[in-house]
């Protein structure tokens, strides 16, 4: 599976303009060469015998190599798909060696076929949606609006980031994040402290119920119970002092609205921590295991300084007013947290 995914992955870079780092040419075509040689096995199953792309001829230089290479594993391709299709058509029964696609006496199965058909299928789905991962580490870059931490799937106070980004002396905000998780405890989001106040801001999940918090005072808001149905989301929470305005978007749509949530407080104008994936229960600490955000993912991150109503909140920000995610130092990653990257927003 290995070498699909490779083989997979070079004809994308080729379909896509990816530049591929002409040191890997040895690689590339070891892998072809191998992928060449299970097809054409596969293809013998099919059809009793023979020779479909005839020998390597080593002498030319690399390049030449890889480009014939290329055009005999579509070959081959093309050659398999035809026999599967041919083998659905007539039948097992009346598959014979004189029909205009040869056949073994005894064929092999549709559901053989379908299984190889299948893999290349799930090889394929994989090296796309791992493209941009790929392309990422090509090129060393390990930190855009594509970064992506996946968090474990335990019940820790080991895991979380930490981004350089501070709400200091504001009086209105507006978060907005994406997330997955299939957790339907305690589930901290993010955890904004100060050595005054450890619960300075807030955002966390219980089950159906999105707690929101800014200077000690909040709101437990019914949210969809898909929410924690393992796919994305976006959360995003809009608050200012003025009347105590909190407004939390779900997806685009308006989910919560409410007024005198701690009306005419503005944040202390000292360091802060802001820390996504454990409470804070002190400054940068006092985590319990039982509240950390664990068995999903979090991305693409935008804080604006002030209030967004709904016509402005948008699922693919490009940018934000304080801070957006992918821009500016990366984030400081601990515990078990992988880095991975997916094009939610092209």
């Known amino acids: 599976m290995h070498s699909a995914l490779f083989i997979l992955f070079y004809i994308l870079v080729q379909h896509f303009g990816f530049a591929v780092n002409t040191t890997f040419e040895k690689?590339?075509?070891?892998?072809?060469?191998?992928?060449?040689d299970v097809l054409e096995?596969?293809?013998?199953?099919?059809?009793?015998?023979?020779?479909?792309?005839?020998?390597?001829?080593?002498?030319?230089?690399?390049?030449?190599?890889?480009?014939?290479?290329?055009l005999k594993l579509r070959h081959l391709k093309t050659a398999l798909t035809n026999c599967y299709k041919w083998n659905k058509t007539i039948g097992i029964e009346s598959c014979t060696q004189e029909k205009p696609m040869p056949c073994k006496p005894t064929c092999v199965s549709n559901e053989d076929l379908k299984s190889v058909k299948d893999e290349l299928k799930a090889g394929l789905k994989a090296i796309t949606s791992n493209l941009t991962t790929l392309k990422h580490d090509l090129l060393h870059q390990d930190w855009d609006k594509h970064t992506v931490f996946k968090f474990t799937n335990r019940e820790q106070t080991t895991d979380y980031f930490k981004p350089h980004w501070s709400l200091a002396g504001l009086g209105a905000f507006t978060i907005c994040m994406q997330m997955k998780t299939i957790k339907d405890k305690h589930s901290q989001l993010l955890s904004y402290a100060t050595a005054k106040n450890a619960n300075e801001v807030e955002?966390?999940?219980?089950?159906?119920?999105?707690?929101f918090n800014v200077g000690r005072q909040g709101a437990a808001i019914d949210v969809p119970k898909q929410l924690i149905n393992g796919n994305w989301h976006q959360v995003c929470a809009a608050w200012k002092s003025v009347g105590g305005l909190l407004t939390v978007y779900i997806d685009g749509t308006t989910t919560y609205h409410t007024t005198n949530i701690n009306t005419g407080y503005i944040i202390p104008q000292e360091p802060g921590a802001m820390i996504f994936g454990q409470e804070q229960d002190a400054f940068h600490g006092g985590f319990e295991a039982s509240q950390s955000f664990i068995s999903g993912s979090t991305t693409g991150v935008y804080i604006w300084d002030r209030y967004l109503t709904l016509n402005e909140i948008n699922k693919c920000p490009q940018s934000a007013s304080l801070y957006s995610w992918g821009s500016g130092p990366k984030p400081l990653v601990y515990g078990g947290i992988t880095t991975t990257y997916e094009n939610l927003c092209p």
């Open 27 to 36: 690689v590339q075509l070891e892998l072809l060469n191998s992928q060449i």
């Open 41 to 70: 096995s596969a293809l013998k199953s099919c059809v009793g015998s023979g020779q479909f792309v005839g020998k390597r001829d080593t002498s030319l230089d690399l390049h030449s190599q890889i480009h014939i290479a290329s």
């Open 203 to 211: 955002i966390f999940l219980y089950a159906n119920i999105l707690r």
